[in-house]
């Protein structure tokens, strides 16, 4: 993990908060429950404050319509590729979109990003066909990083993109 923990304090180090989205069905689909989730996030936030990087905060959606536990089977508008729960950092942080960076893995991530609003966007993931990718994503344009490493090293371009 020293891959992302360059690239999480290169972001710190450009002023950027760090904030966690995260779709989590498994709440929904009755693997853990909610207090287990938050008790796993206090354990992972601790253990990154430890090593000098702090997020600042997470959204998570714990819905699924193939869910099995009731309260949380359905169909919501916080899962990804929905942008409430970005939004809703955006609005606690008093931040525009514009001003943001989304750093995903999977292209429901920059969607989400794209629908609220943010114009720098990164898929971090090692593929060797994203052009086919790229026909799958509502016309929009993002960054393609294969690793932590690659993105670090153009970390000093971020501020200038957007």
Request: proline share 2%; glycine share 8%; hydrophobic share 35%.
């Amino acid at each position: 993990m020293p891959e992302l923990e360059r690239g999480l304090k290169c972001l710190i180090n450009s002023g950027y908060d760090l904030f966690i989205v995260t779709n989590q069905a498994g709440i929904a689909r009755g693997y853990y429950s909610e207090e287990t989730f938050h008790k796993f996030m206090v354990h992972i936030l601790s253990k990154l404050e430890e090593k000098g990087i702090k997020i600042s905060g997470y959204e998570y959606c714990p819905h699924h319509e193939d869910g099995i536990v009731d309260q949380y089977k359905k169909k919501c508008t916080c899962r990804k590729p929905n942008a409430e729960m970005i939004k809703r950092i955006l609005v606690k942080q008093g931040v525009a979109g514009k001003d943001c960076i989304i750093i995903g893995d999977k292209l429901s991530d920059l969607i989400a990003g794209q629908r609220a609003g943010i114009k720098s966007k990164y898929l971090l993931k090692d593929v060797s066909k994203i052009d086919e990718l790229k026909d799958q994503c509502e016309n929009m344009n993002f960054y393609h990083v294969k690793n932590w490493v690659q993105f670090s090293l153009n970390i000093a371009s971020l501020k200038i993109i957007s």
